[in-house]
């Protein structure tokens, strides 16, 4: 792979992959999304690994698509590109992945940090869609998703204006979990995943399947999708482990199956 890298083992259960096009400030071409989307689809895959940390460098996490790539395509030649088809792929993700954010995290980058499970940003992070200042809008959830996340008015008013936000401002909002010195993000990127990597594997990917339903369905559904989801944990090991550890006042041991 040329545009990331990946640890597979960067920490127990936890894989780390980089964007890694730092003269670009990590813009999106669509062989790192490629590239991307083929690692998400393997580590999904290994039993090793529980949880998944997607980050950039201190500068940057990605400061957008790679407008190179598009400028001067028609929308007939964006549509046989099919670049979204990439992010679909990357939504499909079943375990749980972390944004570890620094620096410009804009248009798709954006994009690409909501598309994962949670954000952990440095205190020099900035989040936008600007995509409104070269004649266009955000084609990869940022409408979508931003909007979900902070509201109609504040979404409305950074979509229009393509202004940026603080971390401070993102946390307020509650784009972001947490907001941390810059040394210490991706510290504090790993520090999460270690606790939701010590949990049930099975446990936490029903869950995190059912969290991600109550944005696309109304609240009955919802409530019988968790309540299925619910029921199925009672069919792996690791319920029957969990419960025996709290009965016996011991830590349970967690096998994913």
């Known amino acids: 792979m040329e545009f990331i890298t990946v640890k597979t ?12 096009r ?3 400030l990590n813009a999106l071409n669509l062989q790192l999304m490629t590239e991307l989307k083929d690692t998400l689809k393997a580590l999904d895959e290994d039993d090793d690994v529980r949880v998944i940390i997607l980050t950039g460098n201190e500068k940057a996490f990605a400061a957008g698509a790679d407008i190179k790539q598009m400028a001067g395509k028609t929308a007939i030649d964006m549509l046989n590109v099919d670049q979204f088809s990439t992010w679909d792929q990357i939504k499909k993700t079943k375990k749980p992945l972390i944004a570890a954010v620094s620096g410009f995290a804009l248009g798709g980058g954006c994009e690409l940090a909501m598309t994962c499970d949670m954000i ?5 992070a900035k989040f936008g869609q600007p995509e409104i200042k070269i004649g266009v809008m955000p084609g990869a959830g940022g409408t979508q998703r931003l909007t979900r996340a902070i509201g109609k ?3 409305m008013e950074l979509v229009l204006t393509g202004n940026f936000i ?9 784009l972001v979990n947490k907001v941390v010195p810059t040394e210490m993000y991706l510290e504090a990127a790993t520090e999460l995943a270690t606790q939701i990597a010590q949990m049930s594997p099975v446990a936490a990917k029903l869950a995190k399947e059912s969290v991600n339903r109550a944005f696309e369905t109304h609240l009955d559904e919802g409530l019988h999708f968790e309540r299925k989801n619910f029921y199925l944990t009672f069919a792996s090991e690791d319920q029957t482990e969990g419960m025996k550890a709290f009965v016996e006042k011991r830590k349970p041991e967690f096998t994913g199956k």
């Open 9 to 20: 083992q960067y920490k127990k259960h936890i894989a780390l992959i980089n964007l890694n």
């Open 166 to 174: 603080s971390a401070e401002e993102a946390l307020h909002y509650g």
């Open 22 to 24: 730092p003269k670009e």
């Open 153 to 155: 008015a504040k979404a």
């Open 120 to 124: 952990v940003a440095s205190e020099s």
